[in-house]
């Protein structure tokens, strides 16, 4: 059973930095992309950025410039460097793994970030 456990949220300033951390349990191998996503209270759950397995990296609009995602392939874990913080930011932050049609969630860790 695969199993993806995030860590790293915490309550920050404004214009302060966190770095989340996701590690996955029970695949073998590595996934294709592995991503984080975040849901605001009242809001839709939104992606934040995404990596393949290759390196390549995407972003939404609201993470260029702030956000950094990378991966390590062989423990299977994703992390996301968030700089610049905003009030905005805050929210609980997913991380999600696919491999071929198959996608895992973890439980989600919680950013807030106070003006």
């Known amino acids: 059973q695969v199993q993806l456990v995030e860590s790293g949220g915490d309550l920050v300033q404004a214009g302060g930095s966190l770095r989340l951390s996701c590690t996955a349990s029970g695949f073998l191998g590595s996934f294709d992309v592995m991503g984080w996503y975040r849901q605001a209270p009242g809001k839709q759950r939104e992606l934040v950025a995404t990596i393949s397995s290759g390196g390549t990296t995407a972003y939404a609009d609201s993470a260029k410039g702030r956000f950094t995602i990378s991966r390590h392939n062989a423990e299977n874990s994703v992390y996301l460097l968030m700089n610049s913080l905003k009030p905005e930011d805050t929210a609980v932050y997913y991380c999600?793994?696919?491999?071929?049609?198959?996608?895992?969630w973890g439980q989600g860790t919680q950013v807030t970030v106070s003006s």
């Open positions: 999600q793994a696919r491999h071929t049609r198959y996608e895992y």
